[in-house]
């Protein structure tokens, strides 16, 4: 991921992000701070473009994504898994089929991808709830259930925002190791939370979203912030 000299407001005017400066290696772990209000859930729009930037570039998977097409954003998205605060579940879809669904949409069959959906949901909570519809779960289970969809593909890139927010701390620590486990295999990882000590807590690379400023905190090794090239 680069983002160079990125900018978004309303009414035309950076005013939620300013010159925001990023690369990310592929690979990389990493969290996203910031007080309520300071663009982290809108970083994370621009990057899966949802939004569009003002000023400024976005680079995903070593090509500039700017400006592409409307009709080529549905194949880049099939190589980011995005759990988005509001969930974004299918109400008239079963848990199971809303994990499915994007493996049915790389045009997978049910025979092959019912046993990795099967064990993604035990892993997550939900094994005894594959035929629920969305409607009749919990905040926390809708939580579950929207990061084992975003995960299934196992894609490169995967963006969270407030993961853990509606789920207890128990089950927020096996969702990190989710995460976790996920970027050992290749995925670059970038989480947003309000929760400074859950960041603090696994040593990975950290970004400080504030008054439309993007900085970083430790570990200095683990990304750049400069100039993108």
Same mark, same amino acid.
């Given at each position: 991921?680069?983002?160079?000299?990125?900018?978004?407001?309303?009414?035309?005017?950076?005013?939620?992000?300013?010159?925001?400066?990023?690369?990310?290696?592929?690979?990389?772990?990493?969290?996203?701070?910031?007080?309520?209000?300071?663009?982290?859930?809108?970083?994370?729009?621009?990057?899966?473009?949802?939004?569009?930037?003002?000023?400024?570039?976005?680079?995903?998977?070593?090509?500039?994504?700017?400006?592409?097409?409307?009709?080529? $954003?549905?194949?880049?998205?099939?190589? $980011?898994?995005?759990?988005?605060?509001?969930?974004?579940?299918?109400?008239?879809?079963?848990?199971?089929?809303?994990?499915?669904?994007?493996?049915?949409?790389?045009?997978?069959?049910?025979?092959?991808?019912?046993?990795?959906?099967?064990?993604?949901?035990?892993?997550?909570?939900?094994?005894?709830?594959?035929?629920?519809?969305?409607?009749?779960?919990?905040?926390?289970?809708?939580?579950?259930?929207?990061?084992?969809?975003?995960?299934?593909?196992?894609?490169?890139? $995967?963006?969270?925002?407030?993961?853990?927010?509606?789920?207890?701390?128990?089950?927020?620590?096996?969702?990190?190791?989710?995460?976790?486990?996920?970027?050992?295999?290749?995925?670059?990882?970038? $989480?947003?939370?309000?929760?400074?000590?859950?960041?603090?807590?696994?040593?990975?690379?950290?970004?400080?979203?504030?008054?439309?400023?993007?900085?970083?905190?430790?570990?200095?090794?683990?990304?750049?912030?400069?100039?993108?090239?």
């Amino acid at each position: 991921m680069r983002l160079r000299n990125l900018g978004f407001g309303y009414s035309g005017r950076p005013s939620v992000l300013r010159d925001v400066n990023l690369i990310l290696p592929h690979g990389s772990f990493h969290f996203l701070t910031g007080p309520s209000g300071a663009g982290k859930s809108t970083l994370l729009r621009l990057l899966t473009l949802d939004e569009r930037p003002i000023s400024g570039r976005i680079g995903l998977f070593g090509q500039d994504v700017t400006h592409i097409p409307r009709t080529a $954003i549905p194949s880049l998205r099939r190589r $980011i898994g995005m759990v988005f605060q509001d969930f974004r579940l299918l109400d008239h879809l079963s848990a199971f089929d809303n994990v499915a669904l994007p493996l049915r949409l790389n045009g997978e069959k049910p025979r092959e991808y019912a046993q990795d959906v099967a064990e993604m949901l035990r892993w997550v909570g939900l094994g005894g709830r594959f035929d629920a519809l969305p409607p009749s779960l919990s905040g926390g289970e809708k939580q579950r259930l929207a990061i084992a969809r975003a995960v299934i593909t196992r894609p490169r890139l $995967i963006l969270a925002d407030e993961p853990t927010g509606s789920v207890d701390r128990d089950m927020g620590e096996k969702l990190m190791r989710l995460f976790l486990s996920l970027n050992k295999l290749g995925a670059t990882v970038l $989480i947003a939370t309000h929760d400074d000590e859950m960041a603090g807590r696994y040593g990975a690379g950290r970004l400080h979203l504030e008054n439309g400023q993007l900085h970083q905190v430790q570990p200095q090794s683990a990304f750049s912030t400069g100039n993108v090239a």
